[in-house]
């Protein structure tokens, strides 16, 4: 099993920045790759980004290209979210996912519990 804890979520405004944070504990040695997806209000969860292991392969849906940038340390077992020039729309509940294997385009093993990012207007 593997635990996933987000942090660093908040209220922002509009063009400002955000980091949020992914601690992963438990079976970690069996992580793939670890990643992000957000949940807005009334809408379906969607992939953000990703991040493999080894060789840091890193993955942006088309939403955040550009403006996000994610990371991981693996020495603390924890993966980052920088978040920047961040828009309304990205007001959401992010969720750290943990993958156990390399099919980033299938759904994650693990989910976190999600950390809300609010961007005001």
């Known amino acids: 099993q593997v635990q996933l804890v987000e942090s660093g979520g908040g209220l922002v405004q509009a063009g400002g920045s955000l980091r949020v944070s992914c601690v992963a504990s438990?079976?970690?040695?069996?992580?793939?790759?670890m990643g992000w997806f957000r949940q807005a209000p009334g809408k379906e969860r969607e992939f953000v980004s990703a991040?493999?292991?080894?060789?840091?392969?890193?993955y942006y849906a088309d939403s955040v290209k550009g403006r996000f940038t994610i990371s991981g340390d693996n020495a603390k077992n924890t993966v980052y979210l920088q978040m920047n020039t961040l828009q309304p729309e990205d007001t959401a509940v992010y969720y750290c996912?943990?993958?156990?294997?390399?099919?980033?385009?299938?759904?994650?093993?693990?989910w976190g519990q999600g950390t809300q990012v609010t961007v005001s207007s």
């Open positions: 991040i493999t292991w080894r060789g840091g392969k890193t």
């Open positions: 438990g079976r970690t040695f069996t992580n793939y790759a």
């Open positions: 996912a943990a993958y156990t294997n390399m099919v980033i385009s299938g759904p994650p093993t693990y």
